[in-house]
């Protein structure tokens, strides 16, 4: 029986970016920096399905990385004001946007998006998509 190898590269800062697609974890780079000084004193956590959440202190946006983009989650996208309608979705509460390249960032509104949901206030998020495990 051959011996087990394990696939794992050790080291890997963001196990959430696609290793066959570099602007993708540039994206995710981005975007958490992003995140974070947009909102002051946010954590990155992990939801119930292992999704990085950010929270503030009640989680507010998340992001999963796909083949060719990034979804940038919105937890109560529906309670959002999106003027310059960046947000896509059909669903009772998620809305998202999808960030194909690092500059996506960029948009215009977009910061406003993500300074609204850290404010929003009284709307639990769905069970299961609040962050439980801390990230780096």
Known sequence: MPARVNMRKKGKKNSHARDDNPELRRVVRGLRRFVKTIVPGVRETKNAWGIPTFVAPDPFCFYMVGKNHVTFGFHCGT???????????????????????????????????????????GKPPMPGMGGTRRLG
């Open 79 to 121: 309670s959002l004001e999106d003027p310059e309608g960046r947000l896509e979705g059909t669903g009772k509460n998620l809305r998202h946007v999808k960030l194909r390249n690092a500059e996506a960032l960029e948009q215009k509104g977009l910061r406003n998006l993500v300074r609204a949901a850290a404010r929003l206030k």
